[in-house]
């Protein structure tokens, strides 16, 4: 275990990996040779091109072949191909970085060799990536998102940039909002998160994973505070229960109730000239309209189905059966259960048909608020950034002054 020392910053790694290109990446470089992954790594970082004449790293099979030779392409080839082509060895550097700053590997002899901890962070040992995390700002990173669920990036960025003023060695905008970018990314890849177009939200893993961090000495401005962390929960247990009262609400709503509800909403995403259609002759439709693709405008045919039950092919095709009565060229059903295998195989044939099913469909009624809305929870925190910036200390611990970065 890496002890904390209270000169050492957290959020030191600037090129944060997914944990799963590092366990990829120990599991390559076990029984290499030092001198030859740092080799590697010059190898590929000095063929860099020109604005004028960039370098395309995009297939590793080709030019792993034309840019390197011997032990060198051996080396990047095995890190290609043991990843079952995932990580390419152009951008290694990061986990290296990571592995020889954590210690996931041991280095016997100028030799890499795999040892007790990087085992446990390959098993998955809690206590192991929890230590991760923390050096790595992740627990803060889960609070700010818990805090704002669902939220964009942009939402949380002030906060973040401000956190690492007061912890980090970083100092500029732009490493800022990478760091950013590169831990969301990790934490998504976990399941810790999860990602709706551009909006984050914390899941009950991640809340567990968070809570686990109340209290830990090694997490100590990582993490937040005891009570924050009930005010989360609280937070978080109350939009469950908001959620399925939301959800019985619809389902308690008239067939045609139903369906001018889905209007509204289809009016607040901006959806044109939207109908619902006379029940005696609509052909299965429940709602048309218009909506803009670029310049063309087309119409697109909406089949309500208020039910939780599982829907089938036969419903799907009936739809695309009936776009050409109404001169139509796309079609969604949207539904409040769930969608069988067949139909969602069925939905891609052409014309494609768009399928929302209860969840993403009670996803876009919270993103564009209509029938329930977000109400913001204010929390106070004291600003470690201004006494780290004034005064020279962060929770009575003194800090390093930033030096010059430079950024990848």
Known sequence: MIEPDKRTNIVQAPI????????????????????????????????TGTPQS???????????????TGDLQDLARKVWEDSKKTLNPRYLYGCYLFINRLKLLDQDGGVYQLGERGRKFLAGDEAVLRELD???????????????????????????????????????????ADTLRRRLLNLAERGLVTREGNFYAITETGLYWLKGFAGSPESAVAAPSSKRSIVM????????????????RLMALEAVQFEHFVKELLDAMDYED?????????????VVANVHVGI?????????????????????????GALPYH????????????????AIDGALHNPPITLVDGERFLKLCIKHQVGIKRSAVEIYEIDEAFFA?????????????????SDE
């Open 233 to 248: 929960e609280a937070a978080i247990s109350q939009k469950d229960e908001e959620l399925k009262a939301f959800k019985a």
């Open 16 to 47: 944060f990996p997914t944990y799963t290109d590092i366990g990829f990446a120990i599991r390559s470089l076990d029984g290499e040779p030092l001198r030859r992954v740092r080799d590697m790594i010059n190898a590929v970082s000095e063929q």
């Open 296 to 320: 063309t405008e087309i119409v697109e045919m909406v089949q309500v189905k208020r039910t939780e039950n599982t829907i089938v092919r036969e419903i799907v095709d009936k739809l695309r």
């Open 54 to 68: 960039p370098v395309d790293w995009s297939d590793p099979d080709t030019w792993i072949m034309e840019r390197l």
């Open 134 to 176: 923390a050096v790595e700002g992740l627990p803060k990173l889960l609070s700010l998102i818990a805090e704002r669920s669902p939220c964009k990036r942009g939402d949380i960025l002030p906060a973040w940039s401000d956190y690492l003023k007061a912890v980090s060695l970083f100092a500029t905008p732009k490493t800022f």
């Open 389 to 405: 910036q004034k005064f020279g200390m962060v929770e009575d611990e003194e800090i390093v002054p930033a030096p010059n970065e």
């Open 327 to 342: 001169k139509a060229i796309r079609g969604s059903i949207i539904t409040l259960g769930k969608f069988a295998k067949g």
């Open 274 to 286: 939207v109908r619902v259609t006379k029940r005696s002759h609509d052909k299965g439709v429940d």
